[in-house]
């Protein structure tokens, strides 16, 4: 670290970067204070000033967004501390469980199940905790997220590595607490975390924290800024903290909107990064559906736990027929296809090559190394990145760490009587407040509903349900990007076109944000959920899934003895997502003239569907 970068830090800010590399630092961090310029700093100082390598760090962090940041920066500084390991949480189980436990049944587990496997495998694992053995200082950020099974994680990757650490979070922050079983811990958030760590680490613990605001340009940007601290309290007094909050959102002069209609000539023109942020799901999609209506141009954040793979992979396994192209092979094939905006053809190989494990053989890409790290999902978390937009549409869970220069809040309302639902709507709705750079706007809730309800179903799937006279109506459910077919190409099941057609098709005339029909194949009405048809443009692309089916069952069902006759002929509003790269059977793509290795391209949709009846629209 030379005296250039000494000069940009703050004195609470080169404190931490300083610590010697066995040092056991907590930082508590507030929004928007340079916690990642001061992670950034921290490894290079690590590297350059106390001779650690970048074999010797780990860094682990909640979301994809912090990974990329971290990498990009360290990017950009250059040096040693580039190579260093950044990691979710997520990606680092499966990194785990594949090396450990490659054959294991945890490939066919949820990213819950995978983090379960994982601790498992660190605690009483000697091939486990021989990846660890090695570490010599842990990174963990966003410390105050970590709940149930990524906090017993964490603890056990601490229990097992001999050195230092340097933690990073902010409890004002913590928002997955509604992850947690237990109604009293799920009010008291990170509050059981931080205490293991001052309790394990007692003696031996340094803390410091990071105040100096580095986000926020404006006054109206900062108005939230004074309640981070009494809501990182184990007894904040949430409900008074909320109310305040909320206070301070709508007095804002200048800062309302009115009605989601009346926001959209304004949000139409945005230029510059700009968020709208709510509660749920449910109000994001019915948001994000209310945009398209009006044509309003925006992207609806995925969940964290999407990890979805672009389209330009698939083009390289449907383009070469032999396991180990050449370098020059594949890099002539990446400069001739469209890659996105962020990616050119030298970065995309880098990426490529760190899936196929052997980023040393820099002469070839090893295609069946490359599709067996797809199936698992040991990816780089740049991968999977989502394209950017000035508009995005998002729950706040979805933007934790992210920041924009203009973002519109959905009026929360007032949070009810109920310990659990006051501190959990404290903290989101701080997060919300402290995203933004610029301007702080809000609108009404979104009620452009008149004959349904939003309502979770029973895979947590959000549900048009009908109410009064309506009651056993349903009138739409929400659609997701696993809802389509991924084990047979398009084209050979449900109905036959041809296959090869059907990916050229998608991967030249599908654009992100196109509009969609699901149109029902089975024309008969009887008990066995039927498949539909994924329509664009009138070609059709694809197919959904069977588990797709029974959750429309799920849905229809409006109580237990209710036996479901009918079904919806179409399902409209439902938009691409993206298309994405899948990995399938390898037999199903050899049949289907797609090459040896099943790897090939569906559509990912996701929307409030509305439910069509014959020729009477429902929704």
């Not at 496997?117 to 997220?145: F, N, Y």
């Not at 459910?477 to 077919?485: K, L, Y």
């Not at 194949?521 to 069977?546: C, F, K, M, N, V």
């Not at 237990?560 to 919806?568: A, I, L």
């Amino acid at each position: 670290m030379n005296m250039t970068d000494r000069a940009v830090l703050t004195a609470e800010q080169l404190k931490i970067a300083q610590q010697p590399w066995e040092a056991r630092t907590l930082v508590t961090a507030e929004a928007g204070s340079g916690k990642t310029f001061c992670l950034i700093h921290r490894l290079v100082y690590l590297v350059e000033e106390e001779g650690l390598e970048a074999a010797d760090l780990l860094v682990l962090s909640f979301s994809r967004a912090a990974v990329r940041e971290i990498r990009d920066r360290l990017a950009v500084h250059g040096g040693y501390a580039q190579d260093v390991d950044v990691r979710t949480f997520d990606s680092y189980a499966t990194w785990v469980l594949a090396e450990t436990d490659p054959d294991g049944s945890w490939q066919s587990t949820d990213y819950d199940g995978r983090i379960r496997a994982a601790t498992d495998l660190i605690r009483k694992s000697e091939d486990a905790s021989d990846l660890l053995k090695d570490l010599r200082h842990v990174v963990v950020d966003e410390v105050q997220d970590l709940v149930e099974e990524r906090a017993d994680l964490v603890k056990a990757v601490m229990e097992k590595v001999d050195g230092g650490f340097t933690l990073l979070g902010d409890p004002a922050q913590g928002i997955y607490s509604f992850q947690i079983k237990n109604r009293e811990e799920r009010i008291r958030g990170a509050a059981a975390l931080y205490e293991w760590i001052r309790g394990a680490y007692d003696g031996d613990l340094i803390e410091a924290s990071l105040t100096e605001n580095f986000r926020a340009r404006t006054a109206e940007a900062q108005v939230a800024r004074a309640f981070g601290p009494p809501l990182g309290l184990p007894d904040a007094d949430y409900r008074a903290i909320q109310r305040n909050l909320r206070t301070e959102l709508l007095a804002h002069e200048g800062g309302y909107l009115g009605s989601l209609t009346d926001a959209v000539p304004v949000l139409q023109e945005v230029t510059s990064p700009t968020a709208v942020l709510c509660r749920n799901n449910g109000e994001a999609l019915l948001i994000s559906r209310e945009f398209h209506r009006h044509g309003v141009s925006h992207r609806l954040q995925r969940a964290a736990q999407d990890r979805v793979i672009p389209k330009w992979v698939a083009e390289i396994f449907l383009r070469f027929d032999w396991p180990r192209p050449s370098r020059a092979d594949v890099m002539n094939l990446l400069e001739s296809t469209r890659l996105g905006d962020e990616l050119t053809a030298d970065l995309a190989w880098d990426l490529i090559k760190r899936v196929d494990g052997s980023p040393h053989n820099r002469a070839a890409l090893d295609l069946n190394a490359v599709r067996r790290n797809l199936a698992r999902g040991t990816v780089p978390d740049e991968l999977v990145r989502q394209a950017q937009t000035n508009l995005v549409v998002s729950t706040i869970h979805r933007v934790k760490g992210l920041e924009f220069d203009q973002v519109v809040v959905v009026d929360p309302g007032d949070a009810s009587d109920d310990p659990v639902d006051q501190a959990e709507s404290a903290r989101t709705l701080y997060v919300a407040m402290t995203r933004p750079r610029d301007r702080l706007l809000w609108v009404k809730p979104v009620s452009s509903l008149s004959k349904a309800h939003l309502k979770q179903i029973a895979d947590d799937r959000w549900a048009e349900c009908g109410y009064g006279k309506y009651r056993n109506s349903r009138f739409g459910m929400e659609v997701r990007g696993s809802d389509v077919h991924s084990e047979d190409p398009a084209g050979t099941l449900g109905y036959l076109s041809d296959p090869e057609r059907i990916q050229s098709y998608l991967f030249e005339k599908v654009p992100d944000g196109a509009p969609v029909s699901l149109i029902r194949l089975d024309e008969s009405d009887h008990q066995a959920p039927p498949r539909y048809a994924i329509q664009h443009e009138g070609i059709h692309i694809g197919i959904t899934s069977e588990s797709f089916g029974w959750a429309l069952h799920r849905t229809l069902k409006v109580g237990p003895k209710w036996r479901v006759r009918r079904w919806p002929q179409r399902i409209e509003y439902v938009r691409v997502d993206s298309v994405e790269t899948i990995v399938g059977s390898e037999a199903a793509g050899a049949n289907a003239g797609l090459g040896e290795f099943g790897v090939w391209l569906r559509p990912r949709i996701n929307g409030l569907g509305g439910f069509v009846w014959g020729d009477k629209e429902r929704a």
